[in-house]
């Protein structure tokens, strides 16, 4: 674990070893000595601070990663500054898993949730196969949502019945980076779309910024009652929800509230999604648990597509195994397959009959 507070390492061991699966095997109080630990001591998982002196925590993941296998898991904790928040979205852009935020302040409710969110990562990441971040671990096997197909039966790829005039995404962890590719194969798109990436509040301002720089899109963090234009990415500002209205220009997004497991909620992102667009598409790309089943049968009721990116590329398999094995899913493609085909169908000389490209 690498912190430059002494009191965070300490409160981070006793988070760490509350249980018997994992032990601490060294702590570094900046990015120049994690390198130099991780090399020597070849942990399965680090907890990496953001912001420290001599060597921050994005310039000590680049260097760890960079170095010979078998690599660990980076997971951030991170701070709820500025700087603090954009270099976390760029880590999870280069190759971490995940993050953890805290405040500067370490309020009791502040270590409750830090306590309560890195030990259930830790211990997602520690049950994994030979401890590699980037093999999915599939879920137990859903109930099929009413409505939709017998679980685990094939896939049957669906097309629009006319030119999509909106896309709708569910993306979690690996989500940062992944999401740069599917836009740039995305490119250019003939119609709204919007995205639910799970993340606390704050963060989602960093990755459109960082989306829009890696891309040269229109990637900007949603507002209550903003446009939808083609062409546009629109990210759900982060610990709340939105949904999808119609309105005489076309779209726009409604911020909202819901209960749910995880925020922003695909599942209600594609239900509202499902009932006010005409011709809508919905993805599911990498993730845990099961956001956008529930959303997505909504679209196959509809008989319209719901699109999810192939377990196997994931770094985290659930979200769209969780689909398939629902039989929610109707094509599972790469991130890069799943762009392709979306240019297709948004582009305004798409007709159903239109002979669909190999894009897997």
Not at 3 to 23: K, N, P, Q, Y
Not at 36 to 46: N, S, V, W
Not at 157 to 165: A, H, L, M, N, T
Request: hydrophobic share 40%; proline share 8%.
């Amino acid at each position: 674990m690498v912190d430059d507070s002494t009191f965070m390492r300490m409160v981070l061991r006793r988070i760490i070893e509350a249980g018997s699966e994992l032990t601490v095997v060294g702590e570094a109080r900046n990015g120049r000595e994690a390198v130099a630990l991780a090399r020597d001591l070849k942990p399965d998982i680090i907890t990496m601070d953001v912001e420290m002196p001599e060597l921050d925590g994005l310039a000590a993941m680049k260097q760890i990663l960079a170095g010979p296998p078998p690599k660990p898991i980076m997971i951030m904790v991170s701070g709820h500054t500025q700087r603090g928040t954009e270099t976390t979205i760029k880590a999870l852009s280069l190759g971490a898993v995940d993050f953890v935020s805290k405040s500067s302040s370490f309020a009791a409710q502040d270590l409750g949730h830090v306590d309560s969110e890195l030990s259930e990562k830790l211990r997602y990441w520690a049950r994994q196969p030979g401890g590699a971040a980037t093999r999915p671990q599939a879920p137990a096997t859903p109930r099929a949502p009413a409505g939709a197909a017998p679980v685990g039966s094939p896939l049957q790829p669906q097309s629009p019945r006319g030119k999509v005039d909106l896309v709708v995404v569910a993306s979690s962890t690996g989500g940062p980076q992944i999401l740069a590719d599917f836009l740039r194969s995305s490119s250019p798109l003939g119609a709204p779309m919007v995205i639910a990436q799970h993340m606390p509040a704050q963060f989602t301002a960093s990755l459109a910024t960082l989306l829009r720089g890696e891309t040269g899109l229109d990637v900007r963090e949603g507002a209550h009652r903003m446009t939808l234009p083609a062409g546009s990415v629109t990210i759900i500002p982060g610990g709340g929800d939105a949904i999808v209205a119609s309105v005489a220009a076309g779209y726009e997004l409604r911020l909202t509230t819901h209960e749910a497991l995880v925020h922003p909620s695909a599942d209600l992102l594609f239900e509202t999604a499902a009932m006010v667009a005409r011709h809508p598409v919905a993805v599911i790309l990498t993730g845990m648990g099961s956001d956008g089943t529930k959303g997505g049968a909504q679209f196959l009721r509809r008989h319209l597509p719901v699109l999810v990116q192939d377990p196997k590329t994931c770094v985290v398999g659930g979200m769209p195994s969780a689909a398939i094995e629902a039989g929610v899913a109707t094509e599972s493609l790469t991130p890069a397959g799943i762009g392709r085909k979306l240019v297709l169908w948004t582009s305004p000389s798409y007709t159903p009959r239109a002979k669909m490209a190999e894009t897997q």
